[in-house]
Each structure stands twice: as structure tokens, then as C-alpha cells.
């Protein structure tokens, strides 16, 4: 199978423990992401809610420092692509590509000058919170959050000016149709689920996940099980209510998989990245080929041939 994942953890967890990209004991490894035909997967550096100003920035910076170092280890096998077209050659080439990606634009320090700086790092997607407040706006786990502050309007219209996409993921309610308002380029839910089949703030409201429709952005299935059912456990079956809801509210070229590894716990039958292709397979078996390799790859693939125009 192809397998294009939205959001992965696994940078902070190797920064953290100091641990390799390529073998590790963490969901996901490179080694055991070889299996797949074709891979492309989002690293995406998680900023906690108890870093802000310059201390996020530099913390961004070190772990930066660590992920770029662990991929030019490994830049035989998988390569740091920052554009459609450097994906796709990289493809053709049989390498595994490698995107980078922010979880918390408490990575800016609350400076402007700084989303420059981290595209040209090679950033190309940014989720504008995690589940507290920040300079940019609320998340969903904010008590009576509100939505982008005004140094928030003036980073979604950096990001659409230099061509980074915005993430809303852990966005609050508010936030989300801010977004709406000020961003004139498609925006994406890298690992969210419907909130209509498992009502948890960090979901998805039919209206917001039309909206991303409409936009021609993406929307990421989330594999932690208290996104899909609201417990502490899960099967991978369990998320195909979400996805045949999405379906029926006009996703089939929106919907992807933002898997949350190693950053969440998984469900009893995908508990890492080898066990992907057991969820292709179920998908197969209710969806057919057509629509789950859409899921699997070809629309997150599509959509990121606009990085870069």
C-alpha cells in the first residue's frame, strides 16, 4: 500500500529520549516504514502548552536541530521535501519523503519575523495551538476560548503569503471561523475526527468539516481512541463511523489519515506503523480500492502539489 500520514509525534519522542529516527521502540520508525510502496510522512514538532516567548522558539530550534540531524542520517532512504514537485521526483526516485510540520505556533515566540524564519527552515504546515491558549488564539481545551487574537490574523495572512499551510486541528470553535475569515488559501485538520459520531472538543463539526470541503483542504483521521469513541480504547473498526459520515458529507477527495503517533496511545489493533496496512485492508473491504487509497494517500498526495506554487 501507499500511505501519506498527516501528523506523527515521533520527533519530539526521539529528541526527548534521545532516541534514532531510522530504529527506535516508538510507534513509528523509519526501518519499519520501508514496507510500504510509497511513504510520505509529516514530522511534526510538538510545542507544550507551558512553553511561550523566546523559550518556545529556542525549544523549537533544538528540537529542529535533532530532526534535521536524524534525517540527513538517514537521506539515502527517506528525503526532506519542501514542495510538491520535490515530493514527487522523490517518489519517482523510490525514496521515502519526509515533511516537516509545527504543533503549536507558541514556536513563533510571539514574533512575526519568525514565520519566515521557520519556512525557510523547511516548516510547510503549522497547527496554530495545541490545547491552551497561546499568542496566536485559543484551542479547544481553553475555557471560554476565544478566537485569533489580532497578532493571529496577521500570522494566517503570513502563512497564505508565504504559502504555509495552516492547520486547525486543536483549534477552538471560535478560532476555526476566524480562520474561515481571514485565510484566503485552503487550510487542513491534520488529525481530527467527527465530532458528530464522538462529541470531543478536539473533533469536527459537520458545518467546519463542509467548510474544509469547500475549501479544497484536508481533513486527517485521528487513531487515538478517546477521538473516536471516547474511551481509553478502541478497534481500528471503530473509526470507520467517521469516515463513512465524512464520506457522506461530500469528503471522499478531503479525507486522510493523521495517525497521532507517538503522541497518543493507539487502538489494540494498530498500536504502531506495522499495522497500517491491516487498516488499509479493512478500509479495502468497506470502501473499495478507489476510495481507500484516495484515503491512504492520493488526496493528502494531491493537496500537496500546492506547496510551493
Given amino acids: 500500500m501507499k500511505y501519506f500520514d498527516l501528523h506523527c509525534d515521533t520527533a519530539t519522542e ?6 534514532g529516527l531510522y530504529r527506535n521502540n516508538l510507534q513509528l520508525s523509519i526501518e519499519r516504514g520501508l514496507n510500504f510502496e510509497e511513504w510520505v510522512q509529516v514530522y511534526a514538532i510538538w510545542m507544550n502548552d507551558n512553553l511561550r516567548g523566546e523559550v518556545a522558539y529556542e525549544h523549537f530550534c533544538k528540537v529542529y536541530s535533532y530532526l534535521l540531524l536524524e534525517l540527513q542520517k538517514n537521506e539515502a532512504v527517506m528525503q526532506l521535501c519542501t514542495s510538491g514537485r520535490e515530493i514527487n521526483e522523490a517518489l519517482e526516485k523510490g525514496k521515502r519523503v519526509a515533511l516537516l510540520a509545527v504543533e503549536g505556533s507558541a514556536a513563533l515566540g510571539g514574533k512575526l519575523e519568525h514565520i519566515e524564519d521557520l519556512y525557510n527552515k523547511g516548516i510547510r504546515f503549522m497547527t496554530l495551538t495545541w490545547n491552551g491558549r497561546s499568542e496566536v488564539a485559543d484551542g479547544c481545551m481553553q475555557e471560554s476560548a476565544g478566537g485569533l487574537t489580532d497578532f493571529g490574523k496577521a500570522v494566517v495572512s503570513e502563512m497564505n503569503r508565504l504559502g504555509m499551510i495552516i492547520d486547525v486541528s486543536h483549534l477552538a470553535e471560535k478560532g476555526f471561523w476566524d480562520v474561515v475569515s481571514h485565510s484566503d488559501q485552503p487550510f487542513i485538520a491534520t488529525h481530527s475526527n467527527s465530532k458528530k459520531v464522538c462529541d470531543h472538543p478536539r473533533n469536527l463539526s459537520d458545518e467546519a468539516f463542509k467548510t474544509i470541503v ?6 486527517g483521521m485521528n487513531f487515538y481512541p478517546t477521538f473516536i469513541n471516547g474511551t481509553t480504547e478502541a478497534s481500528i473498526k471503530e ?4 469516515i463513512s459520515h465524512f464520506l457522506e458529507l461530500g469528503g471522499e477527495n478531503v479525507i486522510a489519515l493523521g495517525s497521532d503517533f507517538d503522541g497518543a496511545t493507539m487502538p489494540m489493533d494498530l498500536p504502531n506503523i506495522e499495522k497500517v496496512e491491516c487498516f488499509y485492508n479493512e478500509l479495502v473491504k468497506n470502501y473499495g480500492k478507489i476510495i481507500s487509497d484516495k484515503i491512504c494517500f492520493k488526496n493528502a498526495l494531491n493537496f500537496a502539489n500546492i506547496l510551493n506554487k
Fill in 214 to 219: 469547500e475549501r479544497k483542504g484536508l481533513v
Fill in 239 to 242: 473509526l470507520l463511523p467517521h
Fill in 14 to 19: 526521539c529528541f526527548e529520549k534521545r532516541l
